[in-house]
């Protein structure tokens, strides 16, 4: 049973605009909260994560916006690159500490 | 700082065969995790060390898959038999402190 859903597989975005990427979740005991980035044939590499008790954590261009009342977050990436074409991974650790991944939305930014 | 190595980078087998991966953990890293990822799927957690003792393997087939850690450095996962389901990418991961996780370039599995 899927308890993290990313829900849209891509998402296609111009250089320079804002890349929005949202992600649900069923558990309401995760308590950290994570995006993973993805190039092809490589690892994921960690990229920024928010715990349960705030809502907002901010890195340079990436932001991470936590709605536990609908158990949903978001990274937004301002200002996009075509570096950052690749597939990222929501996740979400548990009471075990075990992360939960989704199934990734690959992201394209195009010049 | 060297990343996480693994080996070898691809295999092919036929089912039934046995096979072995192995991964060697960023230096200082007491944590060590297994995670496969089959096609358009994220990683699933399949083990996860602390230096050499086993903190979670719920979710490990333990009728086909082992994995150990001697000496709490390398560690190796093995499959024996390999199905086909079993086709995927396995990714070893290490991490001093959570939440920074540090992923190897995984080994393609693919079982005919």
């Known amino acids: 049973d899927q308890q993290v859903k990313q829900n849209s597989p891509s998402l296609s975005v111009q250089e320079g605009r804002i890349s929005i990427l949202n992600c649900d979740y069923t558990n309401s005991m995760f308590d950290y909260f994570l995006w993973y980035k993805k190039y092809p044939a490589e690892g994921p590499t960690f990229l920024i994560s928010?715990?349960?008790?705030?809502d907002k954590n901010e890195d340079g261009r990436f932001t991470v916006f936590l709605n536990k009342s609908a158990k949903h977050l978001s990274l937004h990436i301002v200002p996009s690159q075509p570096g950052d074409s690749a597939v990222y991974f929501c996740a979400a650790r548990d009471s075990g500490y075990a992360l939960n991944f989704g199934k990734g939305t690959s992201l394209l930014v195009t010049p | 700082e060297a990343g996480v190595a693994q080996s070898p980078r691809y295999k092919i087998i036929e089912k039934r065969q046995s096979v072995a991966f192995w991964c060697n953990p960023i230096?200082?890293?007491?944590?060590l995790y297994w995670y496969q990822q089959i096609l358009g799927q994220g990683p699933k957690l399949l083990i996860q060390?602390?230096?050499?003792?086993?903190?979670?393997d719920s979710q490990l087939p333990k009728d086909r898959f082992s994995a150990e850690r001697l000496k709490g450095v390398d560690s190796t996962l093995k499959i024996q038999p390999a199905k086909l389901e079993d086709s995927a990418v396995y990714l070893c991961?290490?991490?001093?402190?959570?939440?920074?996780?540090?992923f190897g370039p995984g080994t393609r599995l693919t079982v005919l």
């Open positions: 928010i715990s349960s008790i705030k």
């Open positions: 060390f602390q230096n050499n003792g086993v903190v979670d």
């Open positions: 991961a290490s991490s001093l402190d959570f939440p920074r996780k540090y």
């Open positions: 230096s200082g890293h007491a944590t």
